[in-house]
């Protein structure tokens, strides 16, 4: 961080930690995903471990990467935190669902299309979390 101009080096430093949390939140997911699919098919796994593991995102951002910058009552800003990151779920389980459709590699091995779907969400959602969230 120190290699960072004074003006970013709080940004930078969310940055780091939101992307720790993203990085728990993905194993999160994953888990989800591969412990639901019994019981909800590939989709439906795929749809609620994303809820799952992005109200623990919000709960460790809240309490670790924004810390001090939450002025919002929790429920009110887990549902703002929901909201807001609706562009990067579309984003993310768009590519999850898109890489299911086409190839056969992530029907047999659904991490990939976890993996594909989070690192197409992460920046959004860093941005609008910081931006409109945890103001």
Do not use: K
């Not at 970013?8 to 994953?30: I, N, Q, S, T």
């Not at 109200?55 to 929790?74: D, E, I, P, V």
């Not at 768009?94 to 779907?117: D, E, Q």
Request: one cysteine or more; hydrophobic letters at 55%.
């Amino acid at each position: 961080m120190s290699r960072l101009p004074e003006r970013h080096r709080a940004a930078g430093g969310e940055f780091l930690r939101f992307g720790m949390v993203g990085v728990m939140g993905f194993c999160l997911d994953v888990g989800a995903v591969y412990a639901l699919i019994p019981s909800l098919g590939l989709y439906g796994a795929g749809m609620a471990a994303y809820f799952i593991a992005a109200s623990a995102n919000w709960a460790l951002n809240r309490l670790w990467t924004f810390h001090g910058r939450s002025h919002r009552a929790a429920h009110t800003q887990w549902l703002r935190f929901l909201a807001v990151n609706l562009i990067g779920f579309m984003l993310n389980r768009g590519a999850y669902s898109l890489l299911l459709a086409l190839f056969i590699l992530p029907r047999h091995y659904p991490v990939l299309a976890v993996a594909a779907g989070a690192a197409s969400g992460f920046l959004v959602n860093f941005l609008l979390s910081r931006r409109l969230v945890f103001v």
